[in-house]
């Protein structure tokens, strides 16, 4: 399953297993007369003992095991709860493989065998242009899949099926593997989809949950300071603790904010300049705005350069990277699009002082 664990409902669980022994020949209830389940979409039971409860295997299954065209290459999703058109409440599971097609099996019946169709939930053909190693996730209605060559897609379900075309995808595509992807998310809110690139040079990337087509971040772009060496294959982002964590060729990386930010509007004169930082109440800091440089300095209510003090008029807008001994200005950033942020101060020209 490409490095996709099996999946539960909390009563059974589920796999995409590989190619392999499928034997046809089937007991009045449907199952394998003589259990070989190679190539196929099961549940099992766990008490007393682990069992196939269920299953799904395509009709064209015996012929896709020579091949190598098998189902085992992706990963099974267990979705929430969700209402058909009519109202009656589904219990279902997806996973796509190597042939590029989404499956979304009934969990309480799962379609089984049969040698002229798919007798399943739902096909979705035509919309993976790869195969998929790795499996989908799922937030906030919507379907994730990363196929081989790939866009990352977001697939809407409506009335309990997936609506097609994906409405979203991220900007680029994914070489071989293709994409994990990852959720992370603020309950409901401040989604945000990750996924690693596999190459020579490692990446790692995040896009709005809601609008693929929105990158918030993208390791290669920041140059030596966010990069991992070459990636890997199969690799699923893992989100904890506010960090991100991903296997690379040879060894973790951890991304996370290296500084949280506040953006500061300041008045001030030539030369000092006086903060409101929120909560914080009033800081000074003196900063000489054609160098770039910011200190913390008692307060000071005179100008060093022209004697005099103009307040109210906003002169200097900047962007105070906060460092983590700086205890007073903590603050997480409102802004996702922070994430990505420079290390150097940022700040514009005084527009009282010298050229």
């Known amino acids: 399953m490409s490095g996709a664990g099996m999946a539960s409902d909390g009563t059974s669980l589920y796999l995409l297993d590989a190619n392999g022994t499928f034997d046809p020949t089937l007991n009045a209830q449907g199952f394998l007369a003589n259990g070989d389940y190679g190539n196929a979409f099961l549940r099992l039971s766990t008490s007393p003992r682990l069992a196939v409860a269920d299953y799904f295997a395509t009709f064209d299954t015996i012929g896709q095991s020579p091949q190598d065209a098998d189902l085992g290459s992706g990963g099974a999703l267990v979705l929430p709860d969700l209402a058909d058109a009519s109202g009656a409440i589904r219990h279902l599971a997806l996973g796509a493989g190597k042939d590029s097609i989404i499956y979304v099996v009934n969990r309480d019946?799962?379609?089984?065998?049969?040698?002229?169709?798919?007798l399943i939930w739902q096909e979705v053909d035509g919309q993976l242009p790869g195969g998929?190693?790795?499996m989908p996730a799922y937030y906030d209605n919507l379907v994730y899949c990363g196929a081989v060559g790939d866009n990352v897609k977001a697939f809407p379900l409506s009335a309990a099926r997936l609506a097609t075309p994906p409405p979203s995808h991220s900007p680029g595509a994914f070489p071989y593997p293709g994409a994990?992807?990852?959720?992370?998310?603020s309950g409901a809110t401040n989604g945000m989809v990750w996924a690693a690139e596999n190459g020579a040079t490692g990446g790692l990337h995040a896009f709005d949950a809601g609008d693929l087509g929105r990158e918030l971040y993208d390791s290669t772009r920041s140059g030596a300071r966010d990069a991992f060496g070459a990636g890997n294959k199969f690799i699923a982002p893992m989100i904890a603790h506010s960090h991100v964590y991903v296997g690379g060729t040879n060894g973790v990386a951890v991304?996370?904010?290296l500084r949280r930010i506040r953006r500061i509007v300041v008045t001030a004169s030539c030369c000092r300049i006086t903060a409101s930082?929120?909560?914080s109440?009033?800081?000074?800091?003196?900063?000489?705005?054609?160098?770039g440089v910011v200190n913390q300095r008692p307060p000071v209510r005179d100008c060093v350069r022209c004697a005099k003090v103009r307040t109210g008029t906003p002169v200097l807008s900047i962007i105070f990277l906060r460092d983590a001994r700086d205890t007073g200005l903590a603050d997480r950033p409102r802004d996702r699009s922070q994430l990505n942020t420079q290390r150097e101060l940022i700040m514009t020209r005084c527009a009282t002082g010298r050229t």
Request: glycine share 14%.
């Open 132 to 134: 998929v190693f790795g």
């Open 109 to 118: 019946a799962m379609g089984r065998f049969n040698a002229s169709a798919n």
């Open 281 to 291: 109440g009033t800081r000074v800091l003196t900063a000489d705005p054609w160098r």
């Open 277 to 279: 930082v929120g909560r």
């Open 180 to 185: 994990t992807p990852s959720i992370s998310a």
């Open 255 to 257: 991304f996370g904010l």
